[in-house]
């Protein structure tokens, strides 16, 4: 049986998963090469990929933005988040050491889509059962990142450090011509 009051939590705080996928877009351009050093971990990289979708409203006045294309500028993308539009989905590249991570994230519910891990040269010989844990390794590896991606997101946004500092960068950020 369906928890409607899950449901209704999930509709209810969707905003802090779409501010999270702007945040996330953010940072993949803050920095070069989109590098973030979380606290106690190895930098990552991230890069916001090709396909994005963007929403605002609700009912008669929803509207959708759907986005696809050269992943150098995102100029349509961001004029839809000066707009009031933001990210209900964005694919994302996670990169850590030669690792890297192509995957979908949804806002609503932070589900992951499409989560491609890579295979190892050192398993390519190796039997079914080993190649099958060192894929289960780098699922658990990516949720990892996103558990700790989103607990720094929310440490900022929750603390004085977003008005002070985060949301002015993010604000300029947008603002800067593509």
Not at 45 to 63: D, I
Request: aromatic share 8%.
């Amino acid at each position: 049986m369906i928890n409607l009051d899950v449901i209704e939590r999930l509709w209810n705080y969707r905003f802090l998963g779409r501010e999270f996928l702007t945040w996330l877009w953010f940072k993949s351009e803050d920095n070069p090469e989109g590098t973030i050093t979380l606290p106690g971990q190895e930098p990552l990289s991230l890069e916001v990929g090709e396909k994005m979708r963007l929403e605002v409203g609700e009912g008669e006045y929803f509207q959708s933005l759907a986005v696809q294309g050269s992943h150098s500028d995102h100029q349509e993308a961001r004029l839809g988040l000066r707009q009031g539009k933001t990210p209900e989905e964005l694919h994302l590249k996670i990169s850590r050491d030669k690792l890297e991570w192509p995957l979908t994230l949804k806002a609503t519910t932070l589900e992951v889509k499409g989560l491609k891990t890579n295979a190892s040269p050192a398993l390519a010989e190796a039997d079914d059962e080993a190649h099958f844990f060192d894929q289960m390794a780098q699922i658990e590896e990516v949720t990892e990142i996103l558990d700790r991606l989103f607990a720094e997101f929310l440490r900022l946004r929750l603390g004085p450090e977003w008005q002070a500092q985060e949301l002015p960068r993010l604000k300029a950020w947008l603002a800067a011509e593509v």
